[in-house]
C-alpha cells in the first residue's frame, strides 16, 4: 500500500481511565481523536470489564501515529484486547508509529493482550509499549511480532522495526528493551534464525515458587523460554507463524492469570471469531 494513496497522515488517539464503582469496574473516562475508539465494556466474568479497542481502517501506513493511554485506577480490574491483528503496510520511507501507554494504580489490575501485529514487507514502523506499576499493582501483558505474511510466502525483505519496551515499577525500571528488527534479524542465527514470528509476555508480580510450572510448558523447546526479573516474570518466544506463538502464550496465560489477577482464564470472546 502506497503513501501516495493516502496524502493525509492520520493521527489517532485513545486514552481510557477505568475505575471501580459499587464493587464493579466501569470505563469512567474516554477521550479519543481519529480512528481509534471503543464501544462499551463486557463483563463475562463479573466485576472485571473486557475492553475491545477498535481500529476501524484496518490498517497503518507510514506517517500515521497511533497513541493508546490505558489507566487503571482506585482497584480497577481490566482486560484490553483487540478484535483483530494490527497490520501495518510498505512505506515509502515514512515511518508510523504506534505509542502504548498503561498505568496501573495500587490495588488496580490490567491484562493488556492485543492481537499480533503484522508488519507487512516494506514497512517502516516505530513501535513503542511503557508500563508503570505501583507497588502492589497487577499486570499481565503480551507484544507479538509478524515481520512479513508468512502464511502467504511474503518474505520482510525490506523495511524496519524499532521495538521499544519499558516496564516501571514506582518510577525505578524493572526492564528497559530496544530492539531494530529487519531482513537480516529475521535470517541470521543471532537474531530469528530464520522465524517470522518474535514476541514476549510479562506479567507482575510472579512467585519465583511458581517458575518451575512456567518453564515445564516448555520442556525441550528452545524456542520458548522463561525468566524473572525481581517480581516481573518475561516470557519470549520465536515461531515460524502467528498462530503457535498465540497458542504458546494462552498457555502462559491461562497457567498464570489465576496467580497474578486471581481469576481463572475467561478468554475474551472476541477470540472465537
Known amino acids: 500500500m ?42 463475562p466474568e463479573g466485576e472485571l470489564a473486557h475492553v475491545y479497542i477498535l481500529h476501524p481502517p484496518g490498517g497503518v501506513v507510514g506517517g500515521d501515529e497511533l497513541a493508546i493511554q490505558v489507566h487503571c ?13 494490527g497490520k501495518f503496510y510498505r512505506s515509502e520511507g515514512v515511518l508510523a508509529r504506534q505509542t502504548v ?10 491484562e493488556w493482550l492485543p492481537q499480533e501485529t503484522l508488519l507487512f514487507s516494506g514497512a517502516q514502523v516505530d513501535l513503542r509499549l511503557q508500563v508503570e506499576l505501583g507497588l502492589n499493582s497487577r499486570f499481565i501483558g ?15 525483505e525490506r523495511g524496519s522495526a524499532l521495538l521499544r519496551v519499558r516496564i516501571n515499577r514506582q518510577g525505578q525500571p524493572l526492564l528497559i528493551e530496544n530492539l531494530k528488527a529487519g531482513h537480516e534479524f529475521s535470517q541470521s542465527a543471532w537474531g530469528l534464525r ?8 510479562y506479567a507482575y508480580p510472579f512467585p519465583l515458587s511458581d517458575m518451575d510450572a512456567v518453564r515445564e510448558l516448555w520442556e525441550n523447546r528452545p524456542e520458548f523460554a522463561a525468566t524473572l526479573l525481581d517480581d516481573l516474570l518475561v516470557c519470549r518466544g520465536v515461531a515460524r507463524q502467528t498462530a ?14 489465576p496467580v497474578v489477577i486471581g481469576c481463572r482464564a475467561c478468554p475474551p470472546r472476541v477470540w472465537a471469531t
Not at 18 to 29: C, D, H
Not at 73 to 85: D, E, H, I, N, R
Request: with cysteine.
Open 73 to 85: 485506577a482506585g482497584g480497577a480490574k481490566a482486560l484490553v484486547t483487540t478484535p483483530a491483528a
Open 194 to 201: 530464520g522465524n517470522a514470528v518474535l514476541g514476549a509476555l
Open 101 to 110: 501507554g498503561l498505568q496501573i494504580d495500587e490495588g488496580s489490575s490490567l
Open 244 to 257: 503457535e506463538l498465540r497458542i504458546e502464550f494462552e498457555r502462559v496465560w491461562r497457567l498464570v492469570r
Open 142 to 156: 503480551w507484544d507479538m511480532v509478524c515481520l512479513g505474511m508468512p502464511e502467504c510466502g511474503d518474505v520482510f
Open 2 to 43: 502506497n503513501r501516495r494513496n493516502f496524502p493525509v497522515a492520520w493521527r489517532a488517539e485513545l486514552a481510557l481511565r477505568f475505575a471501580q464503582r459499587n464493587g464493579k469496574t466501569i470505563l469512567a473516562e474516554r477521550r479519543q481523536l481519529g480512528p481509534l475508539t471503543v464501544q462499551r465494556a463486557f463483563y
